[in-house]
């Protein structure tokens, strides 16, 4: 199971954290994780100023979060948060989605 965390913070989106592993598939064709994966590294590759933000991408987990207000970049998080909320419409077997203010 996929577990992400979302942080919202003043009508921002401050974190994402994504941990675990879908076991949708066998290692190496697992279509859930290789989604998740392409939209959380997606989604870091297209931050401009990447000085403004904690990145830590790895087998199993990931982390993108904003350590200044941003506008530019939460719109980066903020697809970055629908698509992965797609997903969990398809696959909510294998990822979930937890929502926190803070």
């Known amino acids: 199971m996929i577990k992400v965390t979302v942080i ?3 009508n921002l989106i401050k974190s994402i954290e994504i ?6 598939g066998p290692k190496g064709h697992d279509l859930v994780c290789a989604a998740v994966s392409a939209i959380i590294t997606g989604g870091a590759n ?8 904690k990145v830590v991408l790895e087998s199993g987990h990931a982390l993108i979060e904003m350590k200044e207000k941003d506008e530019d970049g939460n719109k980066v998080l903020s ?16 990822i979930k989605i937890e929502d926190k203010d803070n």
């Open 46 to 53: 297209a931050l401009d100023n990447k000085k403004n933000y």
């Open 8 to 10: 919202h913070q003043d």
């Open 79 to 94: 697809t970055v948060w629908v698509m992965l909320k797609t997903v969990e419409e398809s696959y909510s077997q294998f």
């Open 19 to 24: 941990n675990g592993h879908a076991g949708s």
